[in-house]
């Protein structure tokens, strides 16, 4: 009787604790690391960077897998449903956290009931730049411009309802001037369009449109970001030209399903904290117009929260809401 009693205690105990029981020996093997973007974009650099510094401190490798398509749904859709084990992790960010979860009828994940949100990585502030041809090179000018203009200004982004759409709403609405929303499938092609002058402006993230202001090829007007940016000390932040409300960042994050060993997650927070600190990473990540904002499981969780109910007013004023995305 007593071997029974015994036997039923231990099986009782692996029912009660199976995560942690599985999580102790984490990770015993590779861990996928979903994209839900493209090779080579800000997503997919960052993935690569936490990657490649996480398979060094775990000794197990972190295995990158670009999973695109629908504007990102289509990975984080497979980050939520695969095994919470702690084997399948990915990238999140404002757009597939905050912004379609509103815009698209067709999502079917919840942004906070279905994930485990880990940490946050990084994030970039919109920057508001011009092709040079319009001799544009300032926010004033900006506005003069298309208040005089027979026609609104165009903008490009990476697509209806993205980040970069709804900032450029944002600044159309704060600005009071009107603009032409130009979307496109991806933002290299996008930029390549504005800086061909095809379209006139651009609303896509710093660490997106460096490479062209630094070479001349765009007009960097002003940033979201909250103060200048180290590494890019002449372009002024709409807060400080008179806009404190167009304040706010694109960020990128790393996200797991619903229900991942709480002690897992939080082994991965604290490397990623470790890891963005870092001399050679930091300064890549300055060069790059990226901002580190170490956040614990706990808070993060809270600021993908309030992130939602941030951009839900706005989606709402530019007609977004429910109205699916390109």
Same mark, same amino acid.
């Given at each position: 009787?007593?071997? $029974? $009693? ?9 029912l009660a604790f199976p995560a942690s029981a599985q999580s102790q020996d984490w990770p015993n093997r590779a861990v996928r ?12 650099? $960052? ?12 000794? &197990? ?65 919109? #920057? ?12 004033? &000018?900006?506005?003069?411009? #298309? ?41 290299? &092609?996008?930029?390549? *369009? ?82 963005? #600190? $870092?001399? *050679?990473?930091? #300064?890549?990540?300055?060069? *790059?117009?990226?901002?580190? &904002? ?33």
């Amino acid at each position: 009787m007593t071997r $029974l $009693l015994t036997a039923f205690a231990l099986m009782a105990g692996a029912l009660a604790f199976p995560a942690s029981a599985q999580s102790q020996d984490w990770p015993n093997r590779a861990v996928r690391l979903i994209v839900p973007f493209g090779a080579g974009g800000s997503s997919d650099t $960052l993935a690569r960077t936490v990657a490649e510094h996480l398979s060094t401190t775990f000794k &197990q490798q972190f295995v990158v897998e670009n999973r695109t398509g629908a504007g990102g749904m289509i990975g984080v859709q497979a980050i939520a449903s695969s095994a919470p084990d702690g084997y399948t992790i990915g990238i999140t960010n404002v757009s597939t956290l905050s912004l379609i979860p509103i815009i698209n009828p067709a999502n079917v994940y919840h942004p906070l009931n279905d994930f485990t949100h880990i940490s946050y990585v990084a994030g970039a502030p919109v #920057a508001l730049t011009a092709n040079p041809g319009t001799g544009i090179k300032t926010v004033r &000018q900006f506005v003069d411009t #298309a208040d005089k203009g027979a026609k609104p200004p165009t903008f490009a982004s990476s697509g209806v309802g993205s980040d970069g759409h709804l900032m450029g709403e944002a600044i159309a609405l704060s600005t009071k001037v009107k603009l032409e929303h130009v979307p496109y499938r991806s933002t290299s &092609q996008a930029l390549t *369009d504005v800086v061909a002058g095809h379209v006139s402006f651009s609303t896509f993230t710093l660490s997106s449109s460096a490479q062209f202001i630094r070479a001349g090829t765009l007009n960097g007007l002003a940033l979201t970001s909250p103060e200048r940016m180290p590494d890019y000390p002449d372009l002024p932040t709409f807060k400080e030209l008179g806009y404190p409300e167009l304040v706010g960042t694109t960020w990128f994050s790393l996200s797991g399903p619903a229900k991942m060993p709480a002690d897992v997650a939080e082994k991965i927070n604290r490397e990623v904290t470790r890891i963005v #600190a $870092l001399p *050679d990473v930091a #300064a890549r990540l300055r060069r *790059d117009g990226f901002i580190a &904002q170490p956040m614990n499981v706990a808070d993060f969780t809270k600021f993908v929260a309030a992130e939602g109910a941030k951009w839900k007013p706005l989606i709402e004023r530019a007609g977004l809401a429910g109205k699916g995305s390109n």
